[in-house]
């Protein structure tokens, strides 16, 4: 999924100063797994906004609204009949989101509620961790099963570099070292021999490094 | 001969290499450079000059290299994949071996979290491995990593790092065996201060024949004093020292530390040259300390350097 943070509710405030009719608009894709952007958090987020401008004295009208996703028209366009009537948009869907309101409705303002992190999964409740840099040609199955282009600080194939150490990264002892983890697993596996390959360079060209990218299904367009 | 090199035609002729280390200046004070290259001319076969080391902004090792060249040493062309693209990793060594220098030294580089500038952007591109995979179709294919032909191809020796102390031990070996299977010419170690744990990664070396593919240059850094040792032992990653050198330098006198830290560096110098078999020379790492080199250097019996035509 993707994961997200919430954003500091200052930073909101500030952003919606002088809005006198705010949205706070949610998401029930990933962002509700992940439990930053979904029906829950809107209410905490729109609760926060009232109280706090309550509390300094200011005016105005905090709505809260959850979309089944911020990423697909058909869902945005349930908001064609409200959202020009707001000064404030605060979407805490993905960046997806507000960019997806933004450009269906062009006199709306809109702000974006939450940072958007990564994609990763959820390790336990309340922890998640990064597991795809999306570099759009996936090998994780010569590793293990485990990614060195989204996990290994240095994007190494050809890893693991001097400054692993006691199974972390040189950046930080709470960052697991993933080439430890990738040499252990292919050892476990009967698989060691595999990383004696010296992995060629990489298209990096499938990646963000060859521009925004843009998917077409012939299949699917109508 | 690949590069004819000074070190290349000493490490050819048999000869124990022995090579230095120079951090370019934090600023454009060329003086600085020539400062420390005169202790270590005539001290070392040639000089390693490091590429922003530890992520820290410092004058461009290429152009340090040039100093030393005009100085009348050789230089090691430290380059790192931190910071530029497979474009600019080619055009910096088509542009460092016009400018005369010979050998060059393939990293990853240290992580710019460690250095001045944490916020920056990260490149790694292509990963150490793969930059020695480039250089060398440069060199000996005279093609570029896209297939086209090069206007003149970069003689060049191409050098690694290897680090026998980082984890996991046992897959230490292999990595070196995939970076002289992707063209290494000759390899540096990192620091060692734990000797036995060098000795079962060289006898694992030597099982395989990397020495004979290859010229493995044991690192050596003397430790100054007793809170280096300290720090190099808590702080630095894939670095061991072992806790009996710690006591050692703890026994003398603070003043003398720094003598007991070069008597140390000269034991273990001629402990791996006489005790273990696949070792080519050495890499001596004396980090703002060139001028002591050479103590280093003669205490171990290694001068005069050979002069090999």
Request: charged share 25%; with cysteine.
């Amino acid at each position: 999924m993707i994961v997200g943070d919430s954003k500091p509710l200052e930073e909101i405030l500030e952003m919606i100063e002088g809005k006198d009719r705010v949205l706070v608009l949610g998401c029930r894709g990933c962002v509700t797994v992940c439990n930053v952007g979904g029906e829950k958090e809107v209410g905490i987020l729109a609760t926060a906004l009232r109280i706090a401008r309550k509390m300094r004295g200011l005016p105005g009208h905090i709505e809260e609204r959850t979309l089944e996703r911020q990423c697909d028209p058909e869902y945005i366009e349930e908001l064609a009949d409200a959202a020009e009537g707001y000064d404030a948009i605060v979407s805490i869907a993905c960046g997806v989101g507000p960019q997806f309101v933004a450009e269906r409705f062009p006199a709306a303002r809109v702000y974006p509620g939450i940072n958007t992190t990564f994609i990763g999964g959820a390790l336990e409740h309340g922890v998640w961790s990064e597991r795809c840099q999306s570099c759009g040609n996936c090998l994780v199955h010569h590793f293990g099963g485990l990614c060195p282009i989204a996990r290994c600080s240095k994007s190494l194939m050809n890893g693991p570099c001097g400054g692993s150490a006691n199974k972390k990264c040189e950046i930080s002892p709470e960052v697991d070292c993933v080439w430890h983890l990738i040499v252990e697993k292919m050892e476990a596996m009967g698989r060691l021999e595999e990383l004696e390959r010296v992995w060629p360079v990489k298209n990096w060209i499938t990646s963000r490094d060859g521009g925004p990218r843009r998917r077409v299904r012939e299949d699917l367009k109508q | 001969m690949k590069a004819g090199s000074n070190l290349e035609k000493v490490l050819k002729a048999g000869h124990f290499a022995v090579t230095g280390e120079l951090g370019p200046p934090r600023g454009n004070n060329a003086e600085e450079v020539r400062h420390k290259a005169h202790f270590l001319k005539g001290v070392v076969d040639s000089v390693n000059i490091t590429d922003n080391q530890t992520a820290v902004v410092r004058m461009a090792s290429w152009a340090a290299c040039k100093i030393l060249i005009d100085e009348g040493l050789e230089p090691n062309y430290q380059m790192v994949c931190r910071d530029r693209n497979r474009i600019a990793l080619q055009s910096d060594i088509l542009g460092a071996t016009a400018l005369g220098i010979k050998n060059v030294l393939c990293l990853s580089g240290d992580h710019q979290r460690f250095g001045d500038h944490p916020e920056g952007k990260n490149v790694y591109d292509l990963d150490s491995v793969q930059l020695i995979t480039v250089f060398k179709k440069m060199r000996d294919e005279g093609k570029f990593l896209n297939d086209k032909e090069l206007d003149g191809a970069p003689g060049v020796f191409i050098g690694a790092a290897a680090n026998p102390f980082a984890d996991p031990f046992d897959f230490r070996v292999t990595r070196l065996a995939k970076k002289i299977a992707a063209g290494a010419d000759f390899i540096q170690t990192q620091c060692i201060y734990n000797l036995p744990k060098f000795r079962e990664y060289m006898k694992r070396a030597v099982d395989k024949g990397l020495h004979e593919k290859c010229a493995i240059l044991a690192g050596i850094t003397p430790l100054k004093s007793v809170g280096m040792a300290k720090y190099m032992a808590k702080f630095v990653p894939g670095m061991d020292v072992p806790e009996e050198l710690v006591k050692r330098l703890q026994g003398v006198d603070k003043k003398a530390q720094g003598d007991e830290g070069i008597k140390i560096a000269i034991e273990m110098i001629q402990e791996i040259r006489e005790t273990m078999p696949g070792v080519a020379g050495v890499h001596v790492m004396a980090i703002e300390w060139e001028h002591r080199a050479k103590e280093i250097v003669e205490g171990a019996g290694l001068l005069p350097r050979p002069v090999v035509d």
